[in-house]
């Protein structure tokens, strides 16, 4: 606490002004776009009257409302402030040429192929690195915190302005029409004061990651800290973006080694929890929403077939899971997982032909084997086709006289709730028959899709993971003798 009461007794601030600018940037598409003018001219006294420490907070306050503070032909002021900003500095301070400056001009070469004939994207994107070098070359610790404390606020009330003004027309005709949440729907997605979705989902996710350092360097209280990433959360939300679950769950991965790290057990363990909750969110929307959805577009355009459909939102699963795996499969420490599940198969196979559990031994087997959960789970997939198309859950659906977004959550929820069956008739095939009938040529043909797949998730693993493997082999043994020991006792 008296780290932050530090930085407010060294506030100097000044806040009455930049107020004032947003307020009238606020009311201009209400009232006349003369006051951005106005808005403007306040800004450029500000920038001759201070130093770039306030200009720095001044230009972190306008970045979320850059496209209503523009020009009646939509090029925001606030990129021309940022190149008359740089002007004024380096007329008033001098330039210096040093590593950052190089790195900067590295950054517009590349900007310039990547935008070509985009102009004004151009522009903002060049005079934003401008600022940021300026920012940064003279960024000092209050500084830093008064540019993310107001960065976080503007994107906050700018969020909630937007919301409340979302369906007027003078919104409308600044940030165009909410595009559609998906195909079909009537929900739109929520885009704030810009007029792409996703870029104001970046600063969103920029607000929280902010907010959680602020809160980890006790700059803020928890109780500000939890009001803040509520609302963000709630925003975020809104946009409908599958990137933002994404993001989401990297941030959500970092702050867990963090508290880990900063040895805070007790909050690592509510992450734990966090964590476990937010993968099933994420696995329902890769398999059972993502795929839904799709199936929804097919069936539109193919009505009347419903066999096809069915058979297509099966391929589509099996093609999502197959995606997940190779994308995960790039990580070297998953890598290193699949070599050990290699040494798992390789070891029950020694075992399983009577050989002593040695590395050597062990070795000369194949990584895989018919009773791996990987083929588990394609047979489950497989299932699943045939379960959903004798089941006409479509049909069934249409005629209780339910449509829409209710039609499409139902869908869902049915389809979780038969995964026991699916698991269950997937479990008797895989496991049990299969298991018990290796040599079977029908058990081949039918295995033949999970032992393939295998290959993506099983790597030859090295001695010492074989090591590894029969200590646990062994251990597994040594409690199932004594199990049944104390059974017959």
């Known amino acids: 606490m008296e780290r932050r009461k530090l930085v407010r007794d060294r506030l100097t601030y000044p806040i009455q002004g930049i107020s004032v600018i947003l307020a009238l940037i606020y009311l201009s598409p209400f009232v006349s776009s003369l006051l951005n003018y106005a808005a403007f001219l306040m800004c450029m006294y500000r920038l001759m009257k201070y130093d770039e420490r306030v200009f720095s907070v001044d230009y972190c306050c306008l970045i979320s409302v850059a496209t209503v503070f523009a020009l009646p032909g939509g090029f925001s002021l606030v990129v021309v402030l940022s190149l008359l900003a740089e002007f004024w500095f380096v007329v008033r301070d001098g330039a210096v040429l040093d590593s950052a400056m190089a790195v900067l001009f590295l950054l517009v070469c590349y900007l310039m192929l990547r935008i070509q004939s985009s102009v004004s994207g151009f522009v903002l994107c060049v005079s934003q690195l401008l600022i940021f070098h300026r920012m940064l070359s003279f960024a000092d610790t209050q500084t830093i915190l008064l540019d993310i404390g107001a960065f976080v606020l503007s994107v906050l009330t700018s969020s909630v302005y937007a919301l409340v003004f979302r369906k007027t027309s003078a919104m409308t005709a600044i940030v165009g029409r909410e595009v559609l949440a998906y195909y079909g729907s009537s929900l739109t997605r929520f885009q704030g004061l810009f007029r792409d979705p996703n ?95 799709l199936e929804s577009l097919i069936k539109m355009a193919l009505p009347e077939q419903d066999l096809v459909v069915n058979l297509l939102g099966g391929v589509i699963r099996i093609c999502v899971f197959l995606g997940y795996i190779l994308a995960v499969s790039q990580l070297k420490e998953i890598r290193r997982v699949f070599q050990y599940h290699g040494a798992e198969h390789k070891t029950i196979h020694c075992y399983e032909h009577g050989l002593e559990l040695t590395p050597e031994n062990a070795r000369s087997f194949p990584r895989l084997h018919v009773r791996c959960g990987t083929a588990f789970l394609i047979m489950v997939m497989i299932i699943a086709i045939l379960v959903y198309t004798i089941i006409p859950l479509n049909l069934l659906i249409e005629g209780w006289g339910i449509s829409g977004p209710a039609a499409f959550a139902l869908l869902i929820v049915v389809r979780i709730a038969l995964m026991p069956l699916i698991a269950g008739i997937s479990y008797e095939i895989t496991v049990k028959w299969a298991g018990s009938h290796p040599e079977n040529p029908l058990v081949r043909i039918v295995l033949w899709p999970g032992m393939q797949m295998q290959r993506l998730t099983t790597n030859e693993p090295d001695d010492s993971m074989l090591e590894c493997a029969i200590e646990a082999m062994r251990l597994v043994l040594d409690r199932e003798k004594e199990e049944l020991q104390n059974a017959t006792n």
Not at 251 to 266: D, E, K, M, P, S
């Open 199 to 293: 870029y104001y989902m970046s600063l969103v996710i920029m607000a929280i990651v902010l907010l959680t350092l602020l809160y980890f360097k006790k700059y803020i209280s928890k109780a500000l800290f939890s009001a803040g990433i509520v609302c963000m959360f709630f925003f975020g939300a809104l946009t409908y973006s599958k990137t933002f679950l994404f993001l989401i769950c990297l941030y959500w991965g970092l702050c867990f080694f963090y508290l880990l790290r900063a040895r805070r057990y007790i909050f690592a363990a509510a992450f734990s929890v966090g964590t476990v909750v937010l993968a099933i969110i994420l696995f329902i929307g890769m398999f059972f929403v993502l795929p839904i959805g």
